[in-house]
């Protein structure tokens, strides 16, 4: 983001505009932007789940100050000029929710230690990198919330996009209720998801115990020193409530962000199908219709900026993991609390990949949405500069897809989401044939083309 030498930027007219519209304050510096970040409309309907986030380390407010660089002037090389520019100063909440990445980092390279030689191929090694592999996915959402409310061109730059979008102009509405309720409704799930895990790490390790080889690695319980062990099962245990919430609100808030846009273009939508089919006034109006498109379309693509990593790491965890549970449940007996937790296991893979799916699908959907109606538009060859509006217009929705990406390759639309859904099915029909050498079970029960021929 651009900043001039006083110290503002060119978002500085965005954030002075109250919610009616009325003035515009054009000293806010960008420090006093980032210190009043969560000032925006986004933020306040969003309370809920930003304080679940910060409660976690997933949130943290960005504070800027302004420091003093020195530098000769060319044209008189004795005088020196004061430059004023903001720089990023250690507030508590960031240095609190980088502790928190930094702990759930080195818990990544801890669970490593549970890979070990003799170990064999079976169950326990599955579920040994079922565990590592939410972990990764878990650290990586960690540090993914760190840079997306820490960098300027990620959460802000949505924001920024969103507060400054021409809604009023064209009698679009915001709808700040009905985010403000769906933020709450999926909070509340979300800790309900991270209530039910923390019970059954905390089974696990103050109850059960046998899950110690996977989850204590590479401590070794000792019965001599019941304190220290009492002590190293309650460190490991607060460790995997935070990887509870990791696992859950930043889907939540992923999702949030996806309702927002789709918002905005369900809406323009609306109103763009107004204008042409009732009012007929497109002729008037269309470069104004097109320019609102474009600047939804680039919050979109700050959004796309901000998930894509999170949208490959989650699609490529879940996916694998899903595969990998079914395939246990379907080839090794287990008792029924386990059968419960493996059904959870499963259940929370699919909806994971299943919220990526939807936001993104029903975003790419109704960015696309006024295409068709745009083609039923009659005007006047001799209007040259409708022409070329209407021109720009349907080459903008025609093109390129509009949507969140995958590692900035894939745009996440309907067929992205069958595509994912085939390899899902087909490499679990692959899968589920080889019968593992640890099980006895007469006939290979499990296998697909054996059953099918017999």
């Known amino acids: 983001m651009k900043i001039n030498d006083d110290g503002t930027d060119e978002i500085r007219e965005a954030w002075g505009r109250n919610k009616g519209n009325k003035c515009i304050d054009t000293s806010v510096t960008t420090k006093e932007l980032y210190e009043n970040i969560e000032k925006f409309e986004h933020m306040q309907n969003l309370k809920p789940l930003i304080l679940s986030m910060k409660m976690f380390g997933l949130y943290h407010s960005t504070v800027f100050k302004m420091s003093t660089s020195r530098s000769s002037d060319t044209s008189d090389g004795d005088e020196l000029h004061g430059k004023e520019s903001p720089t990023r100063s250690w507030s508590p909440s960031r240095v609190y929710s980088l502790v928190v990445s930094f702990i759930l980092l080195l818990n990544t390279g801890r669970m490593l230690t549970m890979f070990r030689k003799d170990v064999e191929l079976g169950a326990f090694l599955y579920m040994r990198i079922l565990v590592?592999?939410?972990?990764?996915?878990?650290?990586?959402?960690?540090?993914?919330?760190?840079?997306?409310?820490?960098?300027?061109?990620r959460m802000l730059a949505l924001l920024k996009s969103d507060d400054d979008l021409p809604l009023e102009e064209l009698n679009i509405p915001r709808c700040p209720k009905y985010l403000k309720k769906r933020a709450v409704i999926y909070t509340v799930i979300a800790w309900i998801c991270i209530i039910f895990n923390v019970c059954y790490y905390g089974y696990e390790i103050f109850i059960h115990k046998s899950q110690d080889a996977i989850l204590l690695t590479p401590y070794e319980p000792k019965e001599t020193n019941e304190m220290s062990d009492v002590v190293i099962r309650l460190t490991f245990f607060i460790i995997y409530m935070y990887l509870s919430a990791a696992w859950t609100l930043p889907s939540v808030f992923?999702?949030?962000?996806?309702?927002?846009?789709?918002?905005?273009?369900k809406h323009f939508n609306n109103v763009i199908t107004q204008a042409i089919t009732h009012d007929k006034r497109i002729n008037e109006t269309l470069e104004s219709f097109r320019q609102c498109h474009l600047r939804i379309c680039a919050c979109t693509e700050h959004a796309s900026k901000m998930f894509s990593v999170y949208n490959t790491v989650n699609i490529m965890v879940y996916s694998c993991n899903s595969i990998l549970i079914l395939y246990v449940i379907l080839w090794y007996t287990a008792d029924t609390f386990s059968r419960?937790?493996?059904?959870?296991?499963?259940?929370?893979?699919?909806?994971?990949?299943?919220?990526?799916?939807?936001?993104?699908?029903?975003l790419n959907q109704e960015a696309h949405e006024s295409l068709d109606v745009l083609?039923?538009?009659?005007?006047?060859?001799?209007?040259?500069?409708?022409?070329?509006?209407?021109?720009?217009?349907?080459?903008?929705?025609?093109?390129?897809p509009i949507g969140l990406s995958v590692s900035g390759i894939f745009v996440i639309d309907k067929s992205f989401v069958f595509s994912i859904v085939g390899i899902l099915v087909t490499y679990f029909i692959l899968l589920v044939q080889f019968k593992p050498s640890d099980v006895n079970i007469p006939n290979g029960i499990c296998n697909c083309t054996e059953t099918i021929c017999s």
């Open 254 to 265: 992923y999702f949030i962000a996806c309702l927002s846009v789709w918002l905005r273009f």
């Open 375 to 400: 083609h039923s538009v009659k005007y006047s060859k001799d209007d040259r500069f409708f022409e070329y509006s209407m021109t720009m217009f349907l080459s903008k929705l025609k093109v390129s």
């Open 132 to 153: 590592f592999a939410w972990i990764i996915a878990c650290t990586a959402q960690s540090f993914l919330c760190y840079l997306a409310f820490g960098r300027s061109d």
């Open 340 to 362: 419960i937790v493996q059904a959870f296991w499963v259940i929370s893979c699919l909806v994971t990949l299943g919220v990526i799916a939807m936001g993104g699908g029903m």
